[in-house]
């Protein structure tokens, strides 16, 4: 059964960059339930999509059949060097980071806090997921994913918590994991959220890889850009988001149009904040609320 309950976001935004042009190349890297590709599609536009995820494939290919125009590559974007690609250099380049809704609704990846499952998290095929990291990772270990991914201020506390409790039995489900968080005595940060957030978070980017995934990507993007093409890329945690800021700032065109980089290519920055979504979005898909949206024009 396929799942598609993804909305793809800040679609309006993202159309801004390539209003009134016709034919584009266009790679998105993070296909998700196809949503930001079929609108591209619908425009015209050429699409290599790559996605690591099963439930993507087929989406792929039933939107392959009203639209030859998308290639779809089962990948993780960390590789495309390794893809054999229909079109070398690309003049719209998207990332859409993160986990689709329809992951998220797949109780076997188990992404959420609201329903029990077995502890994965993995929706990338990794090797690694959260019952080898909660059961077998060491405590410095630990230690470094919570204070590094989930920014919990008394991670050693719960690293400590958790090798005691998982000696007297295996942590196998979501729900466990949270009962654990709730009787270790940290102090999560924030009331805003649900306090399993940040320890779910930390999980989740250290099962996936996600940020090495995406630093991995961007020293390799500028080869696959066109001249004057666009990178976007959306953004849902503020780990990300700094990685995200970083690269643009570090391979900038300064005002006298030198790149600040020794190479010899760079960005002009369109976003000196990130965009974020409309309130009437948010409203309609909470899931918007979080991201943020930084691009850059290709200079070489
Ligand atoms: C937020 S969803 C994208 C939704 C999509 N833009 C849409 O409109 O339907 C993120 C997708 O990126 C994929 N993804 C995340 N990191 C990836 C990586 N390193 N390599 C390949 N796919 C990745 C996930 O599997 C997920 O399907």
Known sequence: MILDNHIPIMTN??????????????????????GHSKMFLERGHFVTAIDQDN?????????????PNIFFHKSNFKDIDLLSLKFKKFNFILLDLGFSSNQLDNDNIG???????????NYLCSDL???????????????????????????EKLSKY??????????????EFIEILRNSGVNFRSKKIHFATQAF????????????????????????????????????????DRIVKNFFKNNRVNKNNKYYND????????????LTAS????????????????VGRFMN
């Not at 997921?129 to 991670?155: C, M, P, T, W």
């Not at 948010?282 to 991201?291: P, V, Y």
Request: hydrophobic letters at 35%.
């Open 263 to 274: 190479e010899n290519w760079g960005f002009e920055i369109l976003t000196k904040k990130p």
């Open 55 to 67: 439930n993507s494939l087929m989406i792929a290919k039933r939107l392959k059949k009203s639209f």
């Open 111 to 121: 992404l959420s806090f609201k329903v029990n499952s077995d502890l994965n998290m």
């Open 201 to 240: 978070q930390a999980l989740r980017i250290e099962t996936n890889n996600e940020l090495e995934n995406l630093i991995l990507f961007l020293k390799k993007v500028h080869k696959y850009i066109q001249i004057d093409g666009h990178l976007a890329i959306i953004s849902f945690h503020s780990l990300e």
């Open 279 to 294: 309130k009437p979005e948010i409203i309609k898909n909470n899931r918007s609320r979080s991201a943020k949206l930084r």
């Open 129 to 155: 997921d959260a019952f080898k990291i909660l059961n077998y990772y060491d405590e410095e270990d630990l230690h470094r994913v919570f204070h590094s991914y989930g920014e919990i201020n008394q991670s």
């Open 13 to 34: 935004e993202i159309l801004s960059f390539i209003d009134g042009k016709k034919n584009l190349s266009i790679l998105d890297c993070t296909f998700g339930g196809g």
């Open 162 to 175: 958790i090798v005691q409790q998982r000696s007297v039995k295996k942590i196998k489900t979501n729900f």
